[in-house]
């Protein structure tokens, strides 16, 4: 598949079979025989990040894991991945750095606090774009239980020229801690502190379960998406042109 490919019979065809698939039936089918040699997960080995890295390293422990370091994060997030890359014999996660005009957009590292969506375009958007573009598929691990946009998602959807993964969509928490207990999976340390879900350092604060998975990043703000997620034209406008 080429970037000049229609992606959608792959995704009808994705669709079609999965309708009711468990997720490592999704992934078997995509690693194994759609999309094989040609896929990337992206994993921002956050809170619940831990079982499908498990469930691909169980079925191809040397497909790409594509790893936004935003240059922001949380140290713990970073003693995580390295915990969990060793713990999971994964053997090809790849570090994503940030644009490089960032350094000069972003002198008093304060960016976040004076256009949060230029500052995610800079660090994590354009970063991903530009990785992405050697493959023809990428998993993502979003699940319906984060609650907004993400309650509806499908299982397989186009992202551009790419055909974009979803294995964890009909999950909900009830899931992920059932999934972690089975398999024994180490929590990411912040999960204990409150965190339920976690960005970069200057962008997150605890939060309840009563407030909603994602109510820490960026509290306060009309935010709630970084723009990975988002059309490109959303992402764009908001960051104020590339």
């Known amino acids: 598949m080429t970037a000049e490919v229609d992606v959608s019979p792959a995704i009808e065809d994705l669709l079609g079979r999965h309708g009711d698939s468990a997720a490592e039936a999704i992934l078997e089918d995509v690693l194994k025989r759609a999309f094989v040699r040609r896929t990337a997960l992206v994993s921002s080995f956050g809170t619940e990040a831990a079982a499908l890295l498990h469930m691909v390293a169980a079925i191809e422990p040397a497909t790409p894991v594509l790893f936004v370091d935003t240059g922001r994060l949380f140290g713990e997030t970073l003693r995580y991945r390295d915990r969990l890359v060793e713990r999971l014999g994964l053997t090809d996660v790849r570090s994503l750095k940030p644009e490089p005009r960032i350094a000069a957009e972003d002198q008093d590292l304060m960016l976040f606090s004076r256009d949060a969506d230029r500052c995610c375009y800079l660090r994590k958007v354009l970063p991903l774009r530009k990785a992405l573009e050697g493959f023809d598929c990428w998993i ?19 992202d551009g020229f790419l055909v974009k993964i979803t294995p964890l969509a009909r999950w909900g928490a009830d899931d992920v801690d059932a999934y972690y207990e089975t398999h024994d999976l180490p929590r990411h340390p912040l999960w204990e502190d409150g965190f339920p879900s976690v960005g970069c350092l200057p962008c997150t604060v605890r939060a309840s379960a009563e407030d909603g998975f994602r109510a ?7 935010k709630t998406e970084c723009g990975i997620h988002l059309p490109a034209a959303e992402v764009l406008r908001r960051a104020g042109g590339c």
């Open 140 to 158: 993502n691990g979003r699940k319906g239980h984060h609650g907004g946009g993400r309650a509806q998602m499908p299982v397989a959807e186009a």
């Open 216 to 222: 820490g990043r960026w509290a306060g703000a009309q």
